[in-house]
């Protein structure tokens, strides 16, 4: 459990209001011309020349004004008997998708979300190099039932100090499939999801969208690199990063379509920094749309009660998806 204070401070915290999204212009912190109202950027695109923390970008990332991980700590550990606790080292961030207050992805030009694509891996790339991490979780909230607490289209990650408990459980899973078979569980999945047909999504030269066999959700939706590589800093910026691309696009467009847009989230991921995961784990995006509830069978077993079987709408390349 990560203890955040400083996410208290949110205006939204700690009510059961009616909550509404952030709609206009001139109060969004993420809109051109309000660069004053957000930490200074650690990461932009924009034409040469034009001067940092003020208009002219495509993509804008700066720290979150509530960060639940800080990179300078007041301290380290502390210990009460058997209980434990350490600082939340790390960084959290914002990653603005673009100038347009009212662009989701779906509606970007395919050029605006391989720029996307390239801050995930840029960002990822520079916390890789911080000893002091251990992981680093990129995600999308899509809607307040997601915990979106702004309109304006934004990605954030996490980067943190530990390695998640939920990635852990998943990374030995894959360790154990490696040991008994000798190969990449993932892997062999993309294998017999390609077999099976039936739970494709959408596919493309490099990779292959489907809906888990055993999903937890409605609609739920994986995105899977066919080479395998476990970490998503190792991703081909050359041919993978435009594929990714348009993968991700066109199935978020699907569930705006299909499904009159629902909330979702998204989330990468990647082997942590340090763990010896090259040949068991391979990286890969998981889209939990919010069709459902968690209810107290759920809580209380980890079984998830599902009302669909799946959704498949099978497609080879093409189409740009974007204006």
């Not at 347009?100 to 391989?114: C, F, I, N, S």
């Not at 040991?179 to 077999?195: N, S, Y």
């Not at 889209?287 to 998830?304: D, M, R, V």
Request: net charge neutral; hydrophobic share 35%; proline share 8%.
């Amino acid at each position: 459990m990560a203890v955040a204070t400083e996410r208290a401070r949110r205006p939204d915290s700690f009510t059961q209001a009616a909550k509404e999204s952030v709609a206009a212009k001139d109060v969004c912190p993420f809109c051109p011309g309000h660069e004053s109202m957000t930490p200074p950027e650690v990461l932009a695109y924009r034409a040469p020349g034009l001067p940092a923390n003020a208009e002219g970008w495509s993509i804008r990332v700066v720290p979150n004004l509530y960060a639940a991980f800080r990179p300078e700590p007041d301290g380290q550990e502390h210990r009460e008997g058997r209980f434990w606790q350490r600082d939340a080292i790390g960084a959290c961030e914002v990653l603005i998708s673009s100038p347009d207050h009212r662009a989701p992805t779906p509606k970007l030009p395919r050029r605006q979300v391989e720029q996307i694509v390239q801050s995930y891996f840029d960002r990822y790339q520079h916390h890789a190099r911080n000893g002091a991490l251990e992981h680093v979780l990129i995600l999308y909230n899509h809607g307040r039932p997601a915990g979106a607490s702004l309109e304006h289209p934004h990605s954030q990650l996490y980067a943190i100090g530990v390695q998640p408990p939920s990635l852990n459980d998943e990374l030995e899973g894959a360790r154990r499939f490696r040991e008994e078979q000798g190969a990449c569980v993932f892997c062999r999945t993309l294998d017999d999801e390609g077999r099976a047909g039936a739970r494709i999504v959408f596919e493309n030269a490099a990779f292959v969208v489907f809906a888990p066999y055993a999903a937890r959700t409605p609609f739920e939706t994986w995105i899977m690199p066919r080479r395998h590589s476990a970490s998503f800093g190792d991703l081909d910026l050359s041919r993978e990063k435009p594929a990714f691309a348009e993968a991700l696009q066109l199935t978020l467009k699907a569930l705006q379509d299909g499904l009159n847009d629902p909330p979702f989230n998204y989330f990468i991921h990647s082997a942590p920094f340090k763990a010896d995961a090259r040949d068991a784990y391979h990286w890969h995006l998981e889209l939990i749309p919010k069709l459902s509830t968690a209810a107290g069978f759920e809580l209380g077993t980890g079984i998830w009660i599902k009302s669909t079987r799946q959704w498949s709408r099978r497609r080879e390349g093409g189409g740009d998806g974007g204006g």
